[in-house]
T-cell receptor, first 112, second 116 residues
Framework: GNSVTQMEGPVTLSEEAFLTINCTYT??????LFWYVQYPGEGLQLLLK?????DKGSNKGFEATYRKETTSFHLEKGSVQVSDSAVYFC???????????FGRGTSLIVHP | DGGITQSPKYLFRKEGQNVTLSCEQN?????MYWYRQDPGQGLRLIYY???????QKGDIAEGYSVSREKKESFPLTVTSAQKNPTAFYLC???????????????FGPGTRLTVT
């Protein structure tokens, strides 16, 4: 079956530091890949997505590249802000499946 | 603006009582989902529905029930049979239109249920 593995958190950074949150997956076929963000007490919001190999999704300074050879979709940001503190979920959806597969989430804490 | 609404934001109930959580969407999405989230945990799928009048159990359906009488609405009932109902509940939806390659989910703001 499908699975998504994210690095354990929390990830604690100082403001303006570089961020990487690792995400690897196993899936049948050619899945679409997603990063969602959840701010405290809220629902998840789509942050970015990629649909095929070598696609780069980007939004709000965050980027992730669909790497089929390494089955990875790592999230990066060059300079984090305190307002980026949240939980980040990597997810995939395979083919015609209605059910996405989520990672366990990685908490990011950014200190001023 | 289109979106998903969940009400109420906070809900308190006594043990042994059933409680229904509301989820409404105006995105014209066919598929709707209920997830449970516990502190420090990921998302666990309770039920999902691909179309009106049809729904399927997810990974942790025991102690929960749903209905899908309208496209826009997918209420979740937490019954007294659910042993640990205190959690954060998230409703989501996605398009089921044929030919749509990328089907990201849209989430509601969540309902935090506390049962004492």
């Amino acid at each position: 079956g499908n699975s998504v593995t994210q690095m354990e958190g929390p990830v604690t950074l100082s403001e303006e530091a570089f961020l990487t949150i690792n995400c690897t997956y196993t899936a049948t076929g050619y899945p679409s890949l997603f990063w969602y963000v959840q701010y405290p007490g809220e629902g998840l919001q789509l942050l970015l997505k990629a649909t095929k190999a070598d696609d780069k999704g980007s939004n709000k300074g965050f980027e992730a590249t669909y790497r089929k050879e390494t089955t990875s979709f790592h999230l990066e940001k060059g300079s984090v802000q305190v307002s980026d503190s949240a939980v980040y979920f990597c997810a995939l959806r395979s083919g015609g499946s209605y059910i996405p597969t989520f990672g366990r989430g990685t908490s990011l804490i950014v200190h001023p | 603006d289109g979106g998903i609404t969940q009400s109420p934001k906070y809900l308190f109930r006594k043990e042994g009582q059933n409680v229904t959580l509301s989820c409404e969407q105006n995105l014209n999405h066919d598929a709707m989902y209920w997830y449970r989230q516990d502190p420090g945990q990921g998302l666990r799928l309770i039920y999902y529905s691909q179309i009106v009048n049809d729904f399927q159990k997810g990974d942790i359906a025991e102690g929960y029930s749903v209905s899908r009488e309208k496209k826009e609405s997918f209420p979740l009932t937490v019954t007294s049979a659910q042993k640990n109902p205190t959690a954060f509940y998230l409703c989501a939806s996605t398009t089921a239109q044929p030919g749509v390659r990328v089907r990201e989910q849209y989430f509601g703001p969540g309902t935090r249920l506390t049962v004492t």
